[in-house]
C-alpha cells in the first residue's frame, strides 16, 4: 500500500506564486515515476509534470510553459511542484500520482487527496 499526501495549496494573486508538495509512504519502491494532474472544475483532468525517482529530467505539460519545475528528494520521499507566474487558468485541484512507469502515470499506481490552487485577481 502507498499513501501521498499533498499540501501547499492556497490561494494567490497572478503573477504569484507556490510550491506544492507529496509527501510518499509505503511500498515507494515499486512505483518507479510520480507525476502532477490537476482538473478544475467541469474540465478533464490534465497533466501537469513527471518525473522518475531515479532519472534527471522532468516533463512538462505543454501549457507550463516555463512556469513550473518539478522536483523530488529522494531521502525524504517528497515531490515538489514550484508554480510561478501563476495565471486564473492555473486555478484547479491538483493531484500527486505515483505508478510503475511514467506511461502509467494518470491512469493507475496511487493517488494524493489533492490540493485546491486558486489564482485571483
Known amino acids: 500500500q502507498v499513501q501521498l499526501q499533498e499540501s501547499g495549496g492556497g490561494t494567490v494573486q497572478i503573477g504569484g506564486s507556490l510550491r506544492l508538495s507529496c509527501v510518499v509512504s509505503g511500498r515507494i519502491y515499486v512505483y518507479r515515476a510520480m507525476g502532477w494532474f490537476r482538473q478544475a472544475p467541469g474540465k478533464e483532468r490534465e497533466f501537469v509534470a513527471a518525473?522518475?525517482?531515479?532519472?534527471?529530467?522532468?516533463y512538462y505539460g505543454d501549457f507550463v510553459k516555463g512556469r513550473f519545475t518539478m522536483s523530488r528528494d529522494n531521502l525524504k520521499d517528497t515531490m515538489y511542484l514550484q508554480m510561478n507566474s501563476l495565471a486564473p487558468e492555473d486555478t484547479a485541484v491538483y493531484y500527486c500520482n505515483t505508478a510503475e512507469s511514467l506511461d502509467k502515470l494518470g491512469t493507475s499506481g496511487y493517488w494524493g487527496q489533492g490540493t485546491q490552487v486558486t489564482v485571483s485577481s
Open positions: 518525473l522518475q525517482w531515479s532519472g534527471s529530467g522532468a
